[in-house]
């Protein structure tokens, strides 16, 4: 069973940043991605970022530009650096990690952005 294991999250105010971590208990270069994604209040949970097991990134509109996704191979953890943030980015960031037919996900970490 793979676990994953989110943090970073918190309060800020517009226009601040924050870096969040997710720590795998499993080589992440044997997921087919890995990813971001955020559940706001009221709304429906959405891909905000993954990174594709060859390295490819991709980005939700509404973040690009502002966030960053990477990883560290060596230490099977995937950061998601957000910059610029806005109220709108209010919700809880949930890591996700994809197999072929199996998704993993962690607890989630909240991230309140004030204006």
């Known amino acids: 069973q793979v676990q994953l294991v989110e943090s970073g999250g918190g309060l800020v105010q517009a226009g601040g940043s924050l870096r969040l971590s997710c720590a795998a208990s499993a080589n992440i270069v044997s997921f087919n991605y890995m990813g971001w994604f955020r559940q706001g209040p009221g709304k429906q949970r959405e891909l905000v970022a993954k990174?594709?097991?060859?390295?490819?990134?991709n980005y939700v509109d509404s973040v690009k530009g502002r966030f960053t996704i990477s990883r560290d191979n060596a230490k099977n953890t995937v950061f998601l650096q957000m910059n610029s943030l806005e109220p709108e980015d209010t919700a809880i960031y949930y890591c996700?990690?994809?197999?072929?037919?199996?998704?993993?996900w962690g607890q989630g970490t909240q991230v309140t952005v004030s204006s």
């Open positions: 990174i594709i097991n060859s390295g490819t990134t």
């Open positions: 996700y990690a994809d197999k072929t037919l199996k998704g993993y």
